[in-house]
């Protein structure tokens, strides 16, 4: 597959206007240029038989490449997107797939982990349908990581859905959050992530903001979300928001269970978390909220950090392996604020 798109990209490089090719192309996006825009050919018409479309998207270095969904998404269906699809690959290369879509779910806004991903199309011979659009823009850059905004959930889905746009959100609450967003992130109000639910979103991007509409859920209705915001680190310090630190897994669920003491943590990375975070945020290692558990905790809270017993848990239930960040008032320490940039594996005592 590297060398399939390694000879499409090369083949592609000589065409004009590289951004606006209609099937792939190479496209480099420099500071200060405008968000762009791919799509399927013929969107928003239907896409045609037996296409192979690659693009390759760069961003400066230290950046990420981020993407939107707009509009509609319309792929062929099938629930291993075998004959239509849309792939997303970390980097320039088919190396580390980050998703495969297909069917008619608007994608929540996709995210490289370095300065470039790769996105391929492909269709088969029959059966063809509207496709997509994407937009494309900068996205995070490492002085800029882990900088958010405070949780907002400003409606509940008991009417239309839930509709935490911005236009409402910088209405309700302004000045705390930046014009420009950098990233979104959604939740429902008890922790657990979009894909859990099985709810259909109708948008989640950082133009828009987050709508969940209860007339696309079949049946039943959305589930109450909350939203934050990325912001570069300079709107966050200055409107008091938080910093987070990386995330910290110093202990094993070996013995009595797990702990991951604010105390420890501190001795063990000094410099990287303030002396008094005001707020904690836990998940397993695997990525599930620790809200969304259904374990007992001993300690659980900014100052003290989490502390789960194997006694404490149901009968033949054992603590999961957790780790936690804090979020500390920006700004953070010269030595702190320097830390929280990319996550670095951490080791375990």
């Known amino acids: 597959m590297t060398k399939l798109i390694s000879v499409a990209v090369i083949l592609l490089l000589g065409a004009a206007g590289l951004a606006n090719a209609e099937c792939g192309g190479s496209i480099k996006l420099n500071y200060g240029d405008p968000p762009g825009y791919i799509s399927t050919p013929n969107y928003p018409q239907e896409y045609t038989a037996d296409l192979d479309c690659i693009w390759v998207i760069s961003v400066p270095s230290g950046n990420k490449v981020q993407i939107d969904f707009e509009d509609a998404f319309d792929v062929e269906p099938e629930s291993r997107c075998t004959y239509d699809a849309l792939e997303l690959y970390d980097g320039s290369t088919s190396n580390n797939l980050i998703t495969r879509l297909c069917g008619d779910t608007l994608p929540l806004t996709q ?152 105390s420890v943590l501190q001795d063990k990375y000094p410099g990287e978390i303030c002396d008094s975070p005001q707020e904690i945020e836990a998940m397993t290692v695997d990525g599930t909220p620790a809200g969304w558990t259904n374990q007992s905790f001993k300690h659980f809270s900014p100052t003290e950090g989490l502390v789960c017993w194997h006694d404490d848990q149901q009968p033949g239930i054992r603590c999961y392996d957790y780790k936690v960040r804090f979020g500390c008032q920006c700004p953070m320490s010269a030595a702190a604020t320097s830390s929280v940039k990319t996550s670095r594996l951490q080791e375990k005592s």
């Open 111 to 262: 995210m490289s982990t370095g300065p470039s991903m790769t996105l391929r199309f492909y269709s088969d011979s029959t059966i063809h349908h509207k496709g997509f659009k994407a937009k494309y823009s900068i996205g995070a850059s490492e002085s800029d990581a882990e900088c958010w905004t405070k949780w907002f959930d400003r409606d509940n889905p008991n009417r239309r859905g839930d509709f935490e746009t911005l236009a409402f959100l910088h209405q309700e609450y302004p000045g705390k959050i930046c014009e420009t967003p950098l990233q979104i992130e959604v939740q429902t109000t008890s922790g657990a992530s979009v894909d859990t639910t099985g709810d259909t979103i109708d948008t989640s991007d950082t133009t828009t903001g987050f709508i969940c509409r209860n007339s696309d859920q079949k049946p039943g209705r959305c589930s109450d979300y909350k939203v934050r915001f990325q912001c570069p680190r300079n709107f966050c310090c200055r409107e008091g928001n938080l910093c987070w630190t990386n995330w910290y897994d110093s202990d094993d669920p070996d013995g009595r269970g797990d702990r991951e003491r604010l």
